[in-house]
């Protein structure tokens, strides 16, 4: 299994992106907004990876985030679903979106994805929306998909810090969502004692009322959702 590919960029196809490593391309499928985030080029880029093996195929998908293979798994496992659905999803919402609309059942919005009818985006909810809990638990760990540019040569190989490399790129990142403060705030709600779906369900409500907000801020947000009415 191949969990992740450091190199250069060769080049950038509509879907795809070709990951030159020590003299090998290899050929990586990515969503919409990975793509629009890779870095130019001859540039240092490294991606999480999913290896799809069927009789006729092998392709390989890559993602930006842990997080948005996570999604991917699990958006796979979903009856109906197949990888080509899976990236539109989340090229239309990205992960941290996808993740919330998933736990506030919001099939409307995964159904916005091209190639997902209303019975497709029902089912991905309902089947997907106990396990959106441990999913969010990602963004407090997630590391950076890019590595930092002393530390990758025009081969793609790794080098030394104290070696300079012969040219220094300079990968772009992907934009950073604020995954880590919803994982930080559902960790709260679950230690103050709300289960785990009632928990990810205000976590996300509040991440989408208040995109920008911090732990403490999601935390207080979450808590007004989640007192007894009345």
């Given at each position: 299994?191949?969990?992740?590919?450091?190199?250069?960029?060769?080049?950038?196809?509509?879907?795809?992106?070709?990951?030159?490593?020590?003299?090998v391309?290899?050929?990586?499928?990515?969503?919409?907004?990975?793509?629009?985030?890779?870095?130019?080029?001859?540039?240092?880029i490294?991606?999480?990876?999913?290896?799809?093996?069927?009789?006729?195929?092998?392709?390989l998908?890559?993602?930006?985030?842990?997080l948005e293979?996570?999604w991917?798994?699990l958006?796979?496992s979903?009856?109906?679903?197949?990888?080509k659905?899976?990236?539109?999803i989340?090229?239309?919402?990205?992960?941290?979106?996808?993740?919330?609309?998933?736990?506030?059942?919001?099939?409307?919005?995964?159904?916005?994805?091209?190639?997902v009818?209303?019975?497709?985006?029902?089912?991905?909810?309902m089947?997907?929306k106990?396990?959106?809990?441990a999913a969010?638990a990602?963004?407090?760990?997630?590391?950076d998909?890019?590595?930092?540019t002393?530390?990758?040569?025009?081969?793609?190989?790794v080098?030394?810090?104290a070696t300079?490399?012969a040219?220094?790129?300079?990968?772009?990142p992907?934009p950073?969502?604020?995954?880590?403060?919803?994982?930080?705030a559902?960790?709260a709600?679950?230690?103050?004692?709300?289960?785990?779906?009632?928990?990810v369900?205000?976590?996300?409500q509040?991440?989408?009322d208040?995109?920008?907000?911090d732990?403490?801020?999601?935390?207080?947000?979450?808590?007004?959702?989640?007192?007894?009415?009345g």
């Amino acid at each position: 299994m191949i969990g992740k590919l450091t190199g250069i960029v060769d080049y950038i196809g509509a879907d795809h992106v070709m990951i030159d490593v020590r003299g090998v391309g290899y050929i990586v499928h990515v969503s919409e907004r990975t793509r629009m985030a890779l870095p130019q080029r001859g540039e240092a880029i490294s991606l999480y990876t999913d290896l799809l093996v069927r009789e006729d195929l092998m392709q390989l998908f890559g993602f930006a985030s842990l997080l948005e293979k996570e999604w991917y798994r699990l958006l796979i496992s979903v009856q109906g679903i197949g990888a080509k659905a899976a990236m539109a999803i989340l090229g239309t919402l990205g992960a941290e979106a996808t993740g919330r609309a998933i736990a506030l059942g919001d099939w409307n919005a995964i159904k916005a994805a091209p190639g997902v009818g209303p019975k497709t985006a029902q089912r991905v909810t309902m089947e997907l929306k106990d396990k959106a809990p441990a999913a969010m638990a990602l963004g407090g760990s997630l590391a950076d998909a890019v590595l930092d540019t002393d530390d990758v040569g025009d081969s793609g190989e790794v080098i030394e810090a104290a070696t300079p490399p012969a040219r220094k790129p300079t990968p772009k990142p992907a934009p950073k969502a604020n995954a880590s403060a919803e994982a930080e705030a559902l960790s709260a709600l679950q230690n103050l004692g709300y289960s785990p779906s009632d928990a990810v369900g205000a976590v996300a409500q509040s991440a989408q009322d208040a995109p920008d907000a911090d732990t403490a801020t999601l935390i207080r947000a979450a808590l007004k959702l989640l007192a007894p009415k009345g």
